[in-house]
């Protein structure tokens, strides 16, 4: 099933949805009472999950169209954890591009973080910061929920942990993450996390390997794979995260994106005011954002 944070008339609330259907049902309509997506996540047991998966006989409370469709987590525990580079075809456009310092035999996974105020949802607009961000580029990733605490985990217990997926699009300000020599900074400017329509059941998604992934700019794909070709797959690194570090329920990791970014094109295909950008998961949807004027 799906899992959607929508607004009705000023009031926040979490609904459940199908692939196909564009009806929401509240969660009063499961005999569920969860506020928001992250109460959800946290304390909803295996016997309430399985309830949501089946569509409630009752028709939908709402339909898509008398809702405002919001980023399923607006706020995240934590900043996101990302990984850096996890597709071997980015890998080399990013050294090539010379943005980064990569090295193209480099065999650990590259981890870093990125502050998000306020997730952006499907539809809304992407501020461009013209004052501090000469360079704005996409990222299509798949990004996993963490639904049970994971510390220590093994690679065939890690996908117990998950709770969903989302399409994240992990904007970036090349010329920030240059001149700061870590990318903190150029990834966690306001509305760069573009994240939604939904959070799809990890019951629904199934086997995390094997989703096209893809992104267009202005009608134009720019990136096309598929996460089965991930250099640190979801299983591993989960496994890899957790040994050290407990990731929370609610914890928000962005895979990874392919190549297709602008800092690989020539001419570099960076984003402008006006620009519409998409990004596409198999299975899960797609998110359109617009590029703000300012
Ligand atoms: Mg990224």
Same mark, same amino acid.
């Given at each position: 099933?799906?899992?959607?944070?929508?607004?009705?008339?000023?009031?926040?609330?979490?609904?459940?949805?199908?692939? $196909? @259907?564009?009806?929401?049902?509240?969660?009063? !309509?499961?005999? %569920?009472? *969860? #506020?928001?997506? /992250?109460?959800? =996540?946290?304390?909803?047991?295996?016997?309430?999950?399985?309830?949501?998966?089946?569509?409630?006989?009752?028709?939908?409370?709402?339909?898509?169209?008398?809702?405002?469709?919001?980023?399923?987590?607006?706020?995240?525990?934590?900043?996101?954890?990302?990984?850096?580079?996890?597709?071997?075809?980015?890998?080399?456009?990013?050294?090539?591009?010379?943005?980064?310092?990569?090295?193209?035999?480099?065999?650990?996974?590259?981890?870093?973080?990125?502050?998000?105020?306020?997730?952006?949802?499907?539809? $809304? @607009?992407?501020?461009?910061?013209?004052?501090? !961000?000469?360079? %704005?580029? *996409? #990222?299509?990733? /798949?990004?996993? =929920?963490?639904?049970?605490?994971?510390?220590?985990?093994?690679?065939?217990?890690?996908?117990?942990?998950?709770?969903?997926?989302?399409?994240?699009?992990?904007?970036?300000?090349?010329?920030?993450?240059?001149?700061?020599?870590?990318?903190?900074?150029?990834?966690?400017?306001?509305?760069?996390?573009?994240?939604?329509?939904?959070?799809?059941?990890?019951?629904?998604?199934?086997?995390?390997?094997?989703?096209?992934?893809?992104?267009?700019?202005?009608?134009?794909?720019?990136?096309?794979?598929?996460?089965?070709?991930?250099?640190?797959?979801?299983?591993?690194?989960?496994?890899?995260?957790?040994?050290?570090?407990?990731?929370?329920?609610?914890?928000?990791?962005?895979?990874?994106?392919?190549?297709?970014?602008?800092?690989?094109?020539?001419?570099?295909?960076?984003?402008?005011?006006?620009?519409?950008?998409?990004?596409?998961?198999?299975?899960?949807?797609?998110?359109?954002?617009?590029?703000?004027?300012?």
């Amino acid at each position: 099933m799906r899992l959607y944070t929508i607004e009705k008339d000023g009031k926040k609330m979490v609904c459940g949805g199908y692939t $196909g @259907i564009e009806g929401l049902w509240t969660m009063d !309509c499961y005999g %569920l009472n *969860y #506020e928001c997506m /992250l109460d959800l =996540i946290a304390n909803a047991d295996e016997a309430e999950m399985a309830h949501l998966e089946k569509k409630p006989a009752c028709p939908p409370t709402y339909s898509m169209d008398d809702v405002k469709i919001l980023a399923p987590i607006e706020h995240p525990v934590g900043d996101v954890m990302c990984l850096g580079v996890n597709y071997y075809a980015h890998l080399v456009e990013s050294s090539k591009a010379g943005h980064v310092d990569i090295d193209q035999n480099q065999k650990a996974t590259v981890y870093f973080s990125k502050r998000v105020n306020e997730a952006v949802p499907d539809g $809304g @607009i992407i501020p461009p910061h013209l004052d501090i !961000c000469t360079a %704005l580029d *996409y #990222e299509v990733e /798949l990004g996993v =929920i963490i639904g049970k605490t994971a510390t220590k985990v093994s690679r065939e217990d890690a996908l117990d942990h998950v709770f969903g997926y989302t399409i994240i699009n992990d904007v970036s300000a090349r010329n920030v993450q240059e001149a700061h020599k870590q990318w903190y900074r150029g990834k966690s400017l306001d509305g760069f996390c573009p994240m939604g329509p939904c959070i799809v059941t990890a019951a629904e998604f199934g086997n995390p390997s094997g989703h096209t992934v893809a992104s267009y700019v202005n009608g134009e794909r720019r990136q096309f794979s598929n996460t089965e070709v991930m250099m640190r797959d979801v299983p591993g690194l989960i496994m890899e995260l957790s040994a050290g570090t407990t990731l929370a329920t609610g914890t928000v990791i962005a895979t990874g994106t392919p190549s297709g970014v602008g800092m690989g094109m020539d001419p570099k295909g960076y984003m402008h005011p006006g620009d519409v950008v998409i990004c596409e998961i198999e299975g899960i949807g797609r998110i359109t954002n617009t590029i703000g004027q300012e």
